[in-house]
């Protein structure tokens, strides 16, 4: 496969922001009268603000009107918000900067597809912005995976062909997307839990371009 480009989603892949997000719900969770274990936030990994919300709510076994939930999601954003802003260089998964230097070095473009709606806010924060030639988030989307619109947006915006584009994805549903784009996925995380990837590894540390060979 000769690879043109290389879509990342975020949250998991790039930086560790679920336990941000499972602070924030956890938070919320609170204010509504529940607790909401660690174990049950697997559950919200790549999955939109609302539908997270709504997940959240079925734990609780709470019900508000759309109004409530809209206002809720937000305050849940600025509590997230507030731990976003703390983030740093320092904040990047082990190998990220040196796996995307090598790809640049290769003349291999490099784009985003996460489902956060705070991906730009997040790259600015720990300087990774400028690697990346194209950025589609949560605002410019407005199907979820496993629908492939996020990668697609992608490769159609870097003008590059599904089959010569590759993408890293944490969650499951992440690696459908990848796949219902037509495009190969490498899993970042457990072979047990991402067993449709193509290939898996467990992080980027000593990950170089030369390992990734499709059969
Ligand atoms: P926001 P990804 C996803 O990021 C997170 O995994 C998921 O937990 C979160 O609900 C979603 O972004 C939306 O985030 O509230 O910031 O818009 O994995 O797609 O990069
Ligand atoms: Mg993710």
New binding site residues.
């Given amino acids: 496969m000769n690879i043109r480009a290389c879509l990342f ?6 930086v560790d ?2 336990r941000f ?1 499972y602070l924030a719900w956890k938070q919320l969770a609170g204010r509504l009268g529940f607790d909401f274990a660690e174990t049950d ?1 697997e559950r ?6 609302m ?2 919300l709504e997940i959240l709510l079925s734990i609780g076994n709470v019900q508000l009107t759309t109004g409530e939930k809209k206002q809720y ?1 937000e305050e ?2 600025q509590i ?1 918000l507030q731990y ?1 802003s703390q983030m740093t260089p320092g904040d990047i998964l082990p190998g990220v900067n040196f796996f995307l230097k090598e790809l640049k070095a290769n003349n291999i473009f490099v784009g ?8 730009r806010l ?1 790259l600015q924060k720990t300087h990774l912005e400028a690697m990346f030639d194209v950025v589609i ?2 605002n410019l989307i407005s199907k979820a ?1 496993p629908d492939p619109e ?1 990668f697609s947006l992608g490769a159609r915006l870097l003008e590059v062909d599904a089959r010569e584009t590759v993408v890293f ?3 499951v549903a ?1 690696v459908q997307a990848a796949h219902n784009a037509g495009m190969k996925c490498i899993g970042i995380g457990s072979p047990e839990m991402l067993a449709e990837a193509d290939l898996v590894f467990p992080g980027f540390e000593n990950l170089k371009l030369a390992d990734i060979r499709f059969v």
Avoid: F
């Fill in positions: 989603d975020l949250d998991g892949v790039l922001t679920a997000h936030n919200l990994k790549g999955i939109s603000r539908d997270s999601a849940k954003n997230y976003v985003l597809g996460s489902a956060s709606k705070n991906a997040i988030d949560g995976k996020v994805e944490d969650a992440g």
